[in-house]
């Protein structure tokens, strides 16, 4: 097990709230890095709410917690019990009442938007949010960059113990997604549509999204395509990039880009199983620039926004970060490392009034180019973000 950076937030937001909630996909590693917490936390209670056993311990949940009023209480799984969330926001006020303010519950959760649509409502100043992303490159070792960009960050692929075994557990993962986690969610999509719909995202990485070719392709209506991009984001699987949106005198592309957040995923579903294979595919840039995004968004401060910047005239931006502080990221992908900017990186960034200018590549060094344009690696960049 590789240590994560996330565990120190976590006792923060703990020392802090008297609930926080960890979101991530299946199998990115919420459950242990409760589990770590809970060493340093005696007594800590753990329930799964997908396993009925579990389930029945709260069916008189005020009882429940009243046994364990001194306990922290892990609920994993927790949107699949909605009408928990208010029984939560009693207890939490209850105990406020009675000198205990922080540290009373830890909400896990694989649905971002549901559980956070199921919290607000009830927890609205009661909960912080903590997002677990697959490992990033800063948890990883400097040389296994490589090795992360090709089997993706879930524990299980990255460190599994050759490319094969590491393909063969994204296969089984995409699989139990379709026939399986979905399904609970209560959502009557044929598993071989997602499939095929998850196949064209990996695709087009990167690219914007062009619903109406999609629903086509898929011989869907436009309204179905949207749901399902909506569960996939709402999974965590995928993410919207949104575009810039605010320069009145520009023509600028208004669709979202859209990314299979975790690259391991997109080399299992195109069928790519070591980086010789990845390098000899025409989604080799799409996927690097994917992966490069998902690895900085991982550290950015809390705060941050980002986005993409693209004029119908050429000017363009991979990704804009908004961070605290009024500092404005202009930041462009290139995989190779000689790489060099376009004038349309300086027309957007000078367009965008972008304090830093970076140009990210495949290698290690660190170097300034024309335009106040700093290249630098991958890592290099995280490091900086990390530090807010």
Known sequence: MLPRISIKMLQELLAQFPAVAILGPRQVGKTTLAFVHAESTPGTVYLDLEAASDRIKLSDPRAFFASHHDRLVILDEVQRAPDLFAELRGVIDARRRSGQRVGHFLLLGSASGTLLHQSADSLAGRVAYLELTPFHGLEVGADQTHRLWTRGGFPEAFLAADDAASSRWRRQFIATYLERDIPQFGLRIPAETLRRFWTMLAHVQGGILNAAKLAQSLAVSGQSLSRYLDLMVDL?????????????GKRLVRAPKVYVRDSGLVHALLGLETFDDLLGHPVVGGSFEGFV?????????????????????????????????????????????????SRGFHIAATDLAATHRFLVHSGTDSFPLPGGIEATSLRSLQSLLSRG
């Open 236 to 248: 965590m699987l995928v993410r919207r990039l949104r575009p810039y949106a605010s320069n009145e």
């Open 293 to 341: 995004i998902e690895n900085l968004l991982a550290v950015c401060p809390p705060g941050t926004e980002a986005m993409y910047y693209r004029t119908s005239a050429g000017a363009e931006l991979d990704l804009v970060l908004d961070l605290p502080g009024n500092r404005r990221f202009a930041i462009e992908i290139k995989r190779t490392a000689t790489a060099t900017v």
